[in-house]
């Protein structure tokens, strides 16, 4: 077939979807499936295109995105070409997001949730389209208020159900609103979105994200009465199997710190014959609308494969960034330390206790604070116990000196235990 033009091409470079982000081992591809939503059929493409035109290693991030790596200045109009005739990218024109909500993975089919996140994500994006002058970075958490909780996700806006016809929302994580009825929420979303637009481009230097708003811009957004925020919730299950609605179920699977290589993806889309398939924003999958046999023998499967399918796994209260030599910008390998701090440390993170493994301060893997949070300083780490990559360390270690410190009886260990406990009195 015949390459793609070249405008069509340049169409299909966006910033946060097509258009490619030079890291250290190639050129790492961000794609957003139609309607967030893939097919058996449509995940082995997207391996297999991984393996021909990039390293074959894929991840999803934090936001859900789907992103393949290794990609280079030659393979990338190819591989552009594959996913925009195949219809496997969901792009259009402009300098804004590509994708703003994020989602539960088993949005519109969980019977614990309160509104429909689903119905409402799908009137939410087409509004978001028509307003210019949004950051790329600019994210909606849509919370359909059941087990579910997207609690530890940031957003600059953020909609909790409340109950079947009505929520709440939040604006920079500190100020909440409403309720309103949830067949008013998406237009209310979209006139926030247009002033917000307004103020930022009135002055683009100071105003990135809804977060650098003072308390008085942030209210003058929305008319609507300030509220309480909702009650804590427990803290939802993120992988394993789920009963779905009509007697239906689905199999959630975490890719260890993210990642998995095309062989693996391969074979779980090999395994369906069909399912509905969801980017989960724990780092994995939701394979939805199974069959109870079907469920549990893909669990099997994905756990052969060396992936999480238990929600007490260790390694998925860590995240990690890419690190060296993958990122050109990690001062350390984070992905393969990753794996032997999670085990060093796993009796702490079955308990709630949260690391972030960064190679640099610019913390792409998680940018809020962690009960302890790594950052990447020549092959050797600076450690900030309950705090984020730019605050100051407590110390710079080694691997191997920080392994000896988290053993219990070590002074980072039981700064840690200190941490879990007070997690568990504020639950």
Known sequence: MSALSQEALRRGWCPSTLKPMETGDGWLVRLH??????????????????????????????????????????????????????????????????????????????????????????????????????????GIVVDDGGAQALD????????????????????????????????????????????????????????????????????SLSTLPEAAAPAPRMPPRRAGLFALENDRFATLVGLPFGRCDAETLDRLGAALAKADIRLSPWRGLAFRDLDRTGAEALLRLAGDLGLITQDDDPRLSVQACAGSPSCSRAEAPTMTDAAALAAAAASLLVQGVTLHV?????????????????????????????????????????LSALLTRLQPGQDIHARLVKAGRSMGSQG
């Open 358 to 398: 960064s190679g640099c301060v610019k913390a792409c893997a998680h940018p809020t604070a962690a009960d302890l949070t790594l950052v990447g300083r020549d092959g050797n780490y600076d450690i900030v116990p309950g705090g984020t990559t730019r605050d100051k360390p407590l110390a710079t270690l080694d």
């Open 33 to 138: 499936p139609p309607g967030a939503t893939l097919t058996p059929v449509q995940l082995q493409r997207i391996a297999a295109l991984a393996a021909e035109h990039g390293n074959g290693l894929i991840e999803i991030s934090a936001r859900a995105n789907l992103q393949i790596r290794g990609v280079t200045a030659e393979s990338h109009p190819k591989l552009v070409e594959r996913l925009l005739t195949e219809q496997l990218v969901d792009e259009h024109e402009g300098d804004g997001p590509q994708r703003v909500t994020l989602v539960s993975p088993l949005a519109g089919r969980d019977p614990t949730g309160l509104i429909d996140a689903a119905a409402l994500v799908a009137l939410i994006e087409p509004r978001a389209r028509t307003v210019d002058g949004l950051p790329a970075k600019l």
């Open 152 to 219: 530890g996700f940031s957003g600059d806006i953020r909609l909790v159900g409340m109950d079947a016809r009505s929520a709440v929302l939040c604006l920079a994580d500190r100020l909440w609103l409403g309720p309103i009825p949830v067949t008013e929420a998406a237009p209310t979303v979209a006139a926030i979105l247009r002033d917000f637009a307004a103020l930022r481009a009135a002055a683009p230097d100071q105003i990135r994200r809804l977060r650098d708003l003072s308390s008085e811009a942030l209210a």
